[in-house]
């Protein structure tokens, strides 16, 4: 007989890496397997969730699903840096391809048709943020902290903090999150609105459970056009602006200003910050790394050689 192209499959017959996936008792449990990175998410991280969350949705046994990170240090810390600075800094255009998996992701989270929930068990930032706003609902225990990085290591965090941000916790709050980029306490988050509750971390599986119960006792059916319409503002902020963000951060990889924070971020050194702002200022060029591609060799014939070489890198002739 032909396979069901719609049928669930058992967890074990995955063969997920970075990923743990498990299904029980009506609840499906995705757990960001990266622990020694602060359960930064990897290109494979990302198409992993995928698959997982897709299988989540087309199993009707399963009722909710749970995300979360490994160990109790972090939840997920956004994208790989490592990552980033290793594949796509030498790349740039790939990043468009990186932001295809990502919101392939994230719109199958948000696109389950069954309720989701983020159990915050550390840090959460950056991208791993964006994450747990596209899921329904968010326990977090009291340790935990949530923050955006963006403007800190040269990106925009146009993943959904910048779409999603406003909606939840209003716009000054959006806005102070998103330039600032400081820590918010567990509690605060509660305040703002982050998160729907904070509880003790040895509590945090218990009230994690108790609320896949309440949501485990509704109709499906009802529980799934529900979410539909209440996604309706952020369906609308995040596919106006998801295009336009995967496009504008593939060509703003190759600018000067992400491999500045990234190299900052792996070298564990402040960022220049204001030496990019004093050379914007006195009328250089800070989004080349080596200057604008202006110089040509009088020895070989090349030509785009950035502003700020005094020797061709083609033949290594001095250039006047």
């Given at each position: 007989?032909?396979?069901?192209?719609?049928?669930?499959?058992?967890?074990?017959?995955?063969?997920?890496q970075e990923i743990i996936y498990e299904k029980s008792d009506w609840v499906a449990r995705v757990t960001i397997n990266r622990p020694r990175v602060y359960n930064a998410y990897s290109t494979l991280t990302l198409r992993e969730m995928h698959e997982a969350f897709?299988?989540?949705?087309?199993?009707?046994?399963?009722?909710?699903?749970?995300l979360t990170g490994a160990g109790e240090k972090a939840f997920c810390t956004g994208g790989d840096v490592k990552e980033y600075a290793e594949v796509y800094m030498k790349r740039p255009h790939d990043y468009w391809k990186y932001m295809v998996e990502f919101q392939a992701a994230v719109d199958m989270l948000r696109n389950c048709g069954k309720p989701t929930i983020a159990r915050l068990n550390g840090v959460v930032a950056g991208g791993g943020n964006?994450?747990?706003m596209a899921c329904d609902l968010a326990i977090a225990a009291e340790h935990v902290e949530i923050m955006q990085v963006g403007t800190r290591v040269g990106s925009v965090a146009s993943g959904g903090a910048t779409q999603w941000l406003p909606i939840m916790v209003g716009d000054r709050r959006a806005r102070e999150i998103l330039y600032l980029c400081e820590n918010i306490p567990a509690g605060k988050a509660l305040d703002w609105g982050l998160v729907n509750q904070v509880v003790p971390y040895e509590k945090l599986d218990e009230a994690v459970e108790e609320m896949c119960q309440?949501?485990?006792?509704?109709?499906?059916?009802?529980?799934?056009?529900?979410k539909q319409q209440v996604n309706f503002w952020k369906d609308?902020?995040?596919?106006?602006t998801i295009g336009h963000a995967r496009d504008w951060l593939s060509?703003?990889?190759a600018t000067q200003e992400p491999w500045e924070g990234m190299r900052a971020f792996v070298e564990k050194r402040p960022a220049r910050y204001r030496?990019?702002?004093e050379e914007a200022a006195s009328g250089g060029a800070p989004s080349f790394l080596w200057g604008p591609y202006l110089k040509e060799c009088g020895e070989c014939g090349a030509k785009g050689i950035p502003a700020n070489f005094a020797y061709c890198g083609a033949c290594g002739a001095k250039l006047k």
């Amino acid at each position: 007989m032909p396979t069901d192209p719609i049928k669930e499959k058992p967890p074990e017959d995955f063969d997920f890496q970075e990923i743990i996936y498990e299904k029980s008792d009506w609840v499906a449990r995705v757990t960001i397997n990266r622990p020694r990175v602060y359960n930064a998410y990897s290109t494979l991280t990302l198409r992993e969730m995928h698959e997982a969350f897709r299988d989540a949705a087309y199993d009707d046994a399963v009722a909710v699903i749970v995300l979360t990170g490994a160990g109790e240090k972090a939840f997920c810390t956004g994208g790989d840096v490592k990552e980033y600075a290793e594949v796509y800094m030498k790349r740039p255009h790939d990043y468009w391809k990186y932001m295809v998996e990502f919101q392939a992701a994230v719109d199958m989270l948000r696109n389950c048709g069954k309720p989701t929930i983020a159990r915050l068990n550390g840090v959460v930032a950056g991208g791993g943020n964006e994450f747990q706003m596209a899921c329904d609902l968010a326990i977090a225990a009291e340790h935990v902290e949530i923050m955006q990085v963006g403007t800190r290591v040269g990106s925009v965090a146009s993943g959904g903090a910048t779409q999603w941000l406003p909606i939840m916790v209003g716009d000054r709050r959006a806005r102070e999150i998103l330039y600032l980029c400081e820590n918010i306490p567990a509690g605060k988050a509660l305040d703002w609105g982050l998160v729907n509750q904070v509880v003790p971390y040895e509590k945090l599986d218990e009230a994690v459970e108790e609320m896949c119960q309440k949501l485990i006792d509704k109709f499906p059916e009802c529980a799934r056009y529900t979410k539909q319409q209440v996604n309706f503002w952020k369906d609308l902020a995040w596919h106006m602006t998801i295009g336009h963000a995967r496009d504008w951060l593939s060509i703003h990889f190759a600018t000067q200003e992400p491999w500045e924070g990234m190299r900052a971020f792996v070298e564990k050194r402040p960022a220049r910050y204001r030496e990019l702002r004093e050379e914007a200022a006195s009328g250089g060029a800070p989004s080349f790394l080596w200057g604008p591609y202006l110089k040509e060799c009088g020895e070989c014939g090349a030509k785009g050689i950035p502003a700020n070489f005094a020797y061709c890198g083609a033949c290594g002739a001095k250039l006047k």
